[in-house]
Each structure stands twice: as C-alpha cells, then as structure tokens.
C-alpha cells in the first residue's frame, strides 16, 4: 500500500483521500438534522476503525480486496448517515469517490515510480507530488459536481450509467490488485496497467458527471415545457379578455354616439378619448403581438414605465401565436422587471423594435437596469433566490429563437441591458419553423 507520508499511520492515503473526496462531493447536499453531533463523531469512529482495518496482513490478494472494500463501505455509511441522500445518489457519489481516489493513487505511483522513499529529497518529492495531484484532482472533480447540481438536488436519470460506471470500477480495481502482485521484474506490464486504471477513472468520472449534466439538461426541459403549457393557456385567456374588452369598447362608442346631445358636451369627449387611446394602442399586424403589447403596456402603465414599440408584427406570420407571445411576453418581463429597480424616473423606459433587416427579422429590446448581472452561458443569472423556479425564462427564449432557425444574444453596456433576436426570413418574408 501506498502512503502519503512514506511510513505507516492512523490517516492513510486510501482512508483520508476517500474522506474527503467523499465530503467534497457530499457538501452540497442538504444535511440530516443535528449535521454536526452527527459528523464529528461519526468520522471519529471512521478513522478509529480504518486504524484497525489496516492491522490486518493484507499479503493475500483476497484480504486486501475485503479490507479496501469494507474501508469504502465504512465512508459510504458515515455520509449516508450525515447527509440526505437516497440509494442511487449514494451508489453515484461512492462510484465517483473511488474513482477520484484511485485515479490520484495510479498517478503517483507512475510519476513517483523512479523514487527511492528511503532518500530523504526524494521523499519530498513524493510528497510534494502527491499533494499536488490530489489538490488538481479533486478541485477539478468538485467544480465539474457542484456545477451541475442545483439548489442541493441530486437527480439522477440513468440508472443504468451509475451500474455500467460501477461494473467499470470494479474490473479496474480488480486489475490494479492484480498489478500489485507482479513481481519488480515486470516494471514495463505494471506501468501499462497504472496507465490503464488511470484511462479508466477518467472515463468512469466523465461518464458520472455526463450522466448528472443529462439529467439537468432533461429537468431544465421537463420545466420549461411545464412553463409553456401555463404560458399558452395564459395566452388564450389573455387573447379572450382582450377580444371581450374590444367588443365593449366598440358597444361604448355606439352608445356614446347615441347619448351625444343628451349629456354634456365634455364628459363625451373625455370618454371618447379614452377609448380612442385604448383602442390606437396596438395594431401590429400581428394579433398575438398585440395581445403581449396591450397587456405589458397596462402593467407599464401601472408602474410608471414608458413603452416605446415600433413594430412590424407582419413579418412574425410564420410563428405560432403561443410562441410570440412566450417570447415577447418573457422579453418583456424582464425587461419590466429591470426598469421598476430603477429610482431614477427618466430611465423607466422600454424600447422594443421589431422589423426586417434585409433577409433577417430583427427583434430589438433595451432598457435601464440597476446594480451587477452574472453571466452563465451566455445567458445572465436569475436574480430570484430560488434558481429552480426562476432563469428559465431566458432559456426559452433561446430555444424559441433557435426553433425558428434565429439566434439570440444579450449584452449589457453601463446601465442599458440590450436582447437581439435575428431570424431568418423564408423567401415569402415569413419566418419558418425548423426541425430542432
């Protein structure tokens, strides 16, 4: 066995790397209850039995396997007792934290395997070494976890990677004992082996985190389809409302056109007005875009903000009325969302533009913001505390630009965040949906 230090210890390289891989990995899963009289005595009791494990002659193959394995079974334990976490999470993390270690374990000993640990400057060199690829190892392994876990959700899709990636494990552990008992006349076979196990982990890790990113990206759709079926039916209600309020308006003008003569002069014409001003709002070409129109600019209106729109809604023809409406009703959203942070009363403005450029129907939104945005794939960070009901909003932008063939990018320049869409127009002039 490998030790970090060069000489036998409570803290052995296999017993504290599988510790903290495992904490690592573990630390942004939500806690059981009472987390610290849980885990402090609970990793006293780990390395106090891992002391004693590692008494045992491990010269048979055999004794080494069961002692490793009952060492990984110990770890597995104390975090299942300390974190939430069902069975499949469990075996995920576990497969994952073997993996790491034993990854770090194969390339010491290939980078270290000229070294006499009996010399003094060399074993500094182990050591250093060592420290260093653990260090890599594991920083790099935690970044690739922890960003694709949200909010302490550890969703897993496939069960059947986490099985394939253990099997995998299992044979690669199974060839580095074996390598173990080769005599030091076969150097060049166990080098090949280390090499071998080393390809392995790397693979087993990224097969692991690849499964976690497809459940993420396979949840983020699931969402964003929940979303659309709200939005559409959110549309035909808001569609029908806006319809039934056209109808009155037009019976208002036929009986203010009757009352003429019977009532004063002024008071008319204040109601003429406004149903003159209701009824100039929005006239697109476009009956979805008028209905996202009317309804922001009530809510504009409401809260101060000034709606500047000139557009062309005619060029939209070839899209589905629920998708302008999810897309310019997100955009503007946002966008409502930014200016009402803004104290500053000649800044709550919002300007939308849409109109064909050459080939291409540009869609144009800018606005006032306040205080910093964080960037994640392009795409800026929600800003509400639950990033699992909130930031999808952009995300189905996107998608909807990129269903129609468009792209979509936003940038921000001082106090002016600006959204450009660019789609291109079929040779009628329309835009047309293509197979994602």
């Not at 630390?27 to 209850?33: A, D, G, M, T, W």
């Not at 590692?54 to 974190?83: D, W």
């Amino acid at each position: 066995m490998c030790y970090l230090f060069g000489f036998e210890s409570v803290v052995d390289e296999f017993v504290l790397g599988l510790y903290v891989a495992e904490l690592l990995l573990c630390s942004v899963l939500p806690r059981r209850s009472r987390f610290w009289i849980r885990i402090v005595p609970g990793s006293a009791v780990y390395f106090v039995l891992c002391y004693f494990l590692l008494q045992v002659n491990m010269s048979h193959a055999f004794l080494s396997i069961a002692v490793f394995g009952l060492i990984f079974l110990l770890v597995l334990l104390l975090f299942f007792f300390c974190f939430r976490q069902n069975l499949w999470n469990l075996l995920f993390i576990g497969t994952a934290v073997y993996a790491m270690q034993h990854l770090c374990f194969q390339l010491i000993d290939v980078l270290t395997f000229w070294t006499d640990r009996t010399v003094l400057w060399q074993a500094v060199v182990v050591v250093v070494l060592s420290v260093l690829v653990y260090l890599i190892t594991y920083t790099y392994s935690y970044k690739m976890f922890t960003g694709k876990v949200r909010s302490d959700q550890l969703q897993l899709e496939n069960k059947r990677v986490i099985v394939s990636a253990g099997i995998v494990l299992l044979v690669t552990l199974g060839l580095s004992v074996g390598t173990g008992l080769l005599g030091e006349d076969e150097l060049i076979a166990m080098q090949l082996c280390r090499l071998y196990a080393i390809v392995c982990c790397v693979l087993i890790l990224l097969l692991q985190f690849g499964n976690l990113s497809e459940s993420g990206l396979r949840r983020d759709y699931d969402t964003i389809r929940r979303i659309r079926r709200e939005e559409s039916r959110q549309y035909e209600f808001s569609r029908k409302t806006i319809e039934a309020l056209n109808v009155k308006y037009h019976d208002m003008r036929h009986q203010l056109a009757a009352l003429k003569g019977a009532v004063q002069g002024e008071y008319v014409q204040t109601i003429e007005k406004m149903i003159s001003d209701y009824d100039s709002l929005y006239r697109t070409g476009n009956k979805a875009l008028d209905v996202v129109l009317t309804e922001k600019s009530l809510l504009c209106e409401q809260s101060g903000i000034r709606l500047t729109c000139f557009a062309d809604g005619k060029i939209l023809g070839g899209m589905k009325e629920e998708d302008i409406y999810f897309l310019f009703g997100n955009a503007l959203d946002n966008a409502i969302e930014g200016v009402e942070k803004t104290r500053q009363p000649d800044k709550k403005v919002i300007e939308l533009i849409v109109r064909r450029a050459g080939d291409m129907c540009s869609v144009h939104v800018e606005n006032y913001f306040s205080g910093d945005l964080e960037y994640a794939e392009g795409l800026p960070i929600t800003t509400h505390g639950d990033k699992n009901v909130h930031g999808f909003g952009m995300k189905s932008m996107r998608m909807n630009a990129e269903k129609y063939g468009g792209t979509m990018h936003v940038y921000t320049e001082e106090d002016v965040f600006y959204l450009d869409i660019l789609f291109p127009l079929s040779q009628e002039g329309k835009l047309s949906e293509r197979e994602l």
